[in-house]
């Protein structure tokens, strides 16, 4: 069974920072990785999806990195600003394609 | 374009009360899914549909829950014998294809008292 982690659970920064937050997984036999961002109360938001045969795909000031065959993936935000807060979390699709399954996310917190 | 929309956005109900929860997904979209989403956690899957087709309800957790999608579109997540422990935000999510990136809607807050 598949299991996803995600390090670290929270994270405040100052504005301005550039920061990574890591997303690992058991199984490499993913299909894709997908990254989401979630505001209090809301529902998810698709921020970038990375083919399985693909190592990057950016985004505004997002970058995700994957890496199969270590079972980790990164997302990287550059210039970080206070609308940047909210739960990041990660998601593999399993080679069905019918499955996500996430990690728990990061808290992100951004101060002005 | 529409997203995907839930719903209602909020329900209370009883315990032991009966319970369907509505989504309807982007136009076009032919795989949906169901997740369920406890406070501080990560969505867990429920249920997907192809088309019509319940292609794989493994992650449904008895058969107090089921899921239809009668017309390929328009999906309904039915909770009977509600219990505390349904307590949670279900998630509805869309794609144009198995595999393809899923859209979610903005989700079901459910609360049994």
């Known amino acids: 069974k598949q299991e996803v982690t995600q390090i670290p659970a929270a994270l405040s920064v100052p504005e301005g920072e550039n920061l990574v937050l890591n997303c690992s997984f058991t199984d490499s036999a993913i299909y894709n990785l997908q990254w989401f961002r979630q505001d209090p109360g809301k529902g998810l938001t698709s921020l970038l999806l990375?083919?399985?045969?693909?190592r990057e795909q950016t985004s505004g000031r997002l970058n995700a990195s994957l890496d199969k065959s270590s079972g980790r993936s990164t997302l990287y935000i550059a210039a970080s600003q206070p609308g940047d807060s909210a739960t990041y979390l990660c998601a593999s699709i399993n080679n069905a394609g019918n499955m996500l399954t996430f990690g728990g996310g990061t808290r992100l917190m951004v101060k002005p | 374009g529409a997203g995907v929309s839930q719903t209602p956005s909020n329900k209370v109900t009883e315990k032991g009360k009966y319970v369907e929860l509505r989504c309807d997904p982007i136009?076009?979209?032919?795989?949906l899914y169901w997740y369920r989403q406890s406070l501080g956690q990560g969505p867990e899957f429920l249920i997907y549909f192809q088309g019509t087709g319940a292609a794989d309800d493994s992650g449904l957790p008895n058969d107090r829950f089921f899921a239809v999608r009668p017309e390929g579109s328009v999906s309904t997540l039915k909770i009977q014998r509600t219990e505390r422990g349904d307590s949670a935000v279900y998630l509805c999510?869309?794609?144009?294809?198995?595999?393809?990136?899923?859209?979610f809607g903005p989700g079901t807050r459910l609360t049994v008292t």
């Open positions: 990375i083919q399985s045969s693909q």
């Open positions: 999510a869309s794609s144009r294809g198995t595999g393809d990136e899923q859209y």
């Open positions: 136009s076009g979209h032919t795989a």
